[in-house]
């Protein structure tokens, strides 16, 4: 887990001395202290100003730079030390916001221009600084909210709901707005990080896994389809405990490509793989309830955060989350007698895709591919789940070695 520095450790002085250096040379720049996260966000602001010039805070605004600044540092216990090299045409080497502009670039918080410029100094808005928020932390997209002021067809639509939901900033009800283009103080910054970390403290998916999730889900692939094949996990009963189980439900969610129900969807690929499972001379695959609520809410995952990967952006595997499901429960609840009827070895699988429009479509996309076919038509697998959400299909494969 990316996290700040612990509280514990502040250097009282080193705070006091930062503050009066801020009073002299800029209008207010106070984090409130109310968690150890944001005391630590102090020292290391603290830090990585020493060196400033005191006319690079004149502006009462906050810029570019200073927004990612403060956002890596709630994040990554160190910015690493990174440099421009003429990379980027408006990064001047050893500026003091030189590895705080590159490493957001690195983790895709932001994004350079056609002409390869980050623009560091140029102050920002409420609209680009939410954005830079949903990035920073990995915070849901399209949140439902009540602002008035918010064209569906805007660029900045999507992040909008979360500065709702988390009331990062004064609104006015009944008709409440976002005020999209309205610069930012450094105080109304400071209050909309605390607020943020108030509500969903500092656990938050590494920066690294959120970057890599926005890349794959950029890449504009009309069929895109991924596999891990197959791991092995032996159970050995009465030496342990359950994994620990996922709250499940059932979706009711109707598929945006066909208007047809989910579990018509279901049954369609079910009969599909079966087929194919039959051409080969191996037994069908049987539909598991617990192998489909984690394929099920694994798609739904992905199609609401908007991914694409094996890794969700918590960091869990597929293997997690086919536990978490309780796949193994009917066995552990078992009663063995013999040291043989105790242990139990499991192969299980995940198969992704996205894009396709139909069940016939996706599941000759898998068959085309080796290693998807290889987990269609796996011996060992006898139990089979399947989530479809907007467009993602998840296939989750359960079976004993044993």
Known sequence: MESGANGSAIDKNAVLSYNKTLARNTPTFRFITAVPCVLALLLLLALAFSQ????????PYVTRAEATMVLLLTRLPAVPALKNNGRFADIQSGAWYEPYMLAAERFRIVQADPLRRLRPNQTINRAEFVKMMTYTFGLPQ?????????PSDSWYASFAGIAYAYQLFP???????FEPGKFLT??????AIQKLLNARGTNFPPLTVLSDARHAAAVPKPYLTISNLQDEVTIIHGTGTAPARAPVS???????FTGLR???????????????RAKAGLLPLQANINLQNSAQHYAEDMAQKNFFSHVGLAGETFRKRIEASGYYDRFLRAT???AKDCRRTYALAENLARGQKKAADVVAAWMASTEHRKAILHPFFT??????????????????KN
């Not at 400033?52 to 502006?59: C, I, K, V």
């Not at 609104?171 to 707005?177: A, F, L, T, Y």
């Open 52 to 59: 400033s010039r005191a006319s690079e805070f004149e502006t």
């Open 142 to 150: 399209y949140v439902v909210h009540r602002y008035t002021d918010i």
């Open 171 to 177: 609104r006015s009800e009944p008709s409440p707005k």
């Open 186 to 191: 450094h105080k109304e910054v400071s209050n």
């Open 250 to 256: 059932e979706f009711r969610i109707l598929d945006l």
């Open 262 to 276: 989910i579990s018509d969807l279901r049954t369609e690929v079910l009969t599909l793989v079966n087929e194919q």
């Open 336 to 338: 063995c007698t013999t």
């Open 383 to 400: 139990d089979i789940g399947i989530g479809i959400s907007s467009g993602y299909w998840v296939q989750h494969f359960g079976g004993t």
